[in-house]
């Protein structure tokens, strides 16, 4: 549980506080309990096998990026992470300060930057990772092989369609209703 409530006590709340609102209220209840499992599925990780490891979720993630991967351009580690440039740029250097990973320059563009996992981000990949794994069966413990599959399988079609459709559906709204400006005035870029 992340909260002080169960998702049932919430679902039940959200019916009467907007029991004669028409909404879409399956896809309401899909969304809602993908966000809820998504913070209780990281928040037992953080405070169970990563805590051990003195790594946060998206040290973790980064790491996990890097160990897949291997070395890449920050601009990509952070889009495939799904965080921005600004927090990778924290994520990286205390990684860093670990001796976890390596930075250089990039061989064609001094602007850029390349990160790598060090032998010792590799070693403790390696070590981590079967230990995340037996808690990622903990948390899915509940369902069948078949249903982790077909579960998975249907939040790859929710991810495909943002990948896909995501964009231009941003787009459509911020045009019907553009956005406001940035707190301290700065704009959005267009474009």
Known sequence: MTGRHTV???ELAVLAKLGQVPLLRAQMAAVANIHRAAAAVRQHLENSV???????????VVLWVLWIWGEMETRYIAEEAGISKGT???????LESRGLVERSDHPSD???VLLRLSPAGEEL??????????????VSGALSDEE???LAGMLRRIVGTL???????RAELAEA???????????????
């Open 8 to 10: 049932e006590q919430t």
């Open 50 to 60: 990563l805590r051990g490891a003195q790594l946060s979720w998206t040290s973790f």
């Open 88 to 94: 990778l740029t924290g994520v990286a250097r205390t």
């Open 110 to 112: 001094g602007r850029m």
């Open 125 to 138: 990949m390696a070590e981590l990772f079967p230990r995340f794994n037996q808690e990622e069966a903990f």
């Open 148 to 150: 982790c599959e077909q």
């Open 163 to 169: 990948e896909r459709d995501g964009e231009a559906r």
């Open 177 to 191: 209703a553009p956005p406001p400006p940035r707190p301290g005035g700065r704009r959005r870029r267009e474009g």
